[in-house]
């Protein structure tokens, strides 16, 4: 097992972590990644917002 994620493997992690709950070794990983680079930490980021507006927009949804 590679102890390091690349940030292919931590986005791909990233996105994963969409649609189904990752492992505790995934999760440790990918923060260990995280704390490391300032790129996939502000891919992160986005991802979440994206998800959470996904999430304003569903439940607001069809409301126009
Ligand atoms: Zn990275």
Do not use: I, P, W
Not at 10 to 34: P, T, Y
């Amino acid at each position: 097992m590679r102890f390091f994620y690349t940030c292919k493997q931590a986005h791909q992690m990233l996105s994963e972590g969409m649609d189904r709950q990752l492992s505790v070794a995934e999760r440790a990983q990918l923060k260990l990644h995280l704390s490391m680079c300032r790129s996939c930490t502000n891919f992160s980021g986005q991802m979440r917002l994206l998800r959470e507006a996904m999430k304003k927009m569903s439940k607001d949804g069809g409301n126009e």
